[in-house]
């Protein structure tokens, strides 16, 4: 039976409509995709897509697994919450951000369960449910608000126009460098595939081009960048190289 079942894809999903795809394990990727209620669970051996969450999600965008478990973004009436779904989809419970994250829909799961958000006091902080936050580091100050991801047993900080940083789970900084992308880039995600290699996609002000760039893990300098297009869904092949893809080819449309 073995011999009988769908090879890997030499290519995964980073991207999906520009939005980053949480890798599981060597098989699983999810997304949430613009306008959708709950999240697609795409299977890269079977090529199988299951949606999960719709009856718990309003405004789902950033996704995580960890520890077998799926944590989502989501904005119901205004308020700002990550719900924790168990593997299969049920809801097991809500961790309210409302009160205490900057950032809405920007969020990290560290390997112990705590939920780090950006508060708007330059600090990132972490949530348990049914905790206070407790400062996990802080942050240069910006009258903007960053982007956050988990990466190597901590997490990925870039505040615009500021700094990218890489800190580790008790806050300690592994590496901080200036902003290195120039004015006219806006950044709108990062990701971190299912080898650890760190990506980001940016956008062109005033050009419908996206373009992703990969960070280094040990030192964040920029390792290679993809060449510019016009899509927002991108993969990335064994090697680390980036290439623009269609949604429609891995999910369905």
Known sequence: MAACDAPASRF???????????????????????????????????KLVDTLG????????????ADGRWYVSDAREGRASVAIFSANGILEERVDLDTVASAPHQFAVLPDGRIVVEAADDQLVTLRPGEEARTLAITDRSDRSG???????????????????????????RWRLPWPWHEGAFVADMAV???????????????????????SPTTGE????????????????????????????????
């Open 12 to 46: 995964d999903l980073i991207y999906v409509d520009g939005r980053a795809v949480a890798a599981a394990g060597d098989t699983l990727s999810a997304v949430t995709r613009p306008a959708d209620q709950g999240f697609l669970v795409y299977d890269r051996r079977t």
């Open 54 to 65: 719709q009856n718990d999600l309003t405004s789902p965008f950033h996704i995580q697994e």
């Open 147 to 173: 982007l956050i991801v988990a990466a190597s047993g901590g997490v990925l900080h870039a505040i615009p126009g500021q700094s990218i940083t890489l800190y580790n789970a008790n806050g300690n900084l």
């Open 193 to 215: 595939d299912a080898r650890g290699r760190y990506h980001v996609i940016a956008g062109e002000e005033g050009r419908s081009t996206f373009v992703v760039f990969t960070l």
């Open 222 to 253: 920029i390792l290679r960048w993809s060449v510019p297009g016009t899509q927002a869904t991108f993969v990335v092949d064994r090697l680390g190289q980036i290439e623009p893809d269609t949604a429609g080819r891995w999910i369905g449309g």
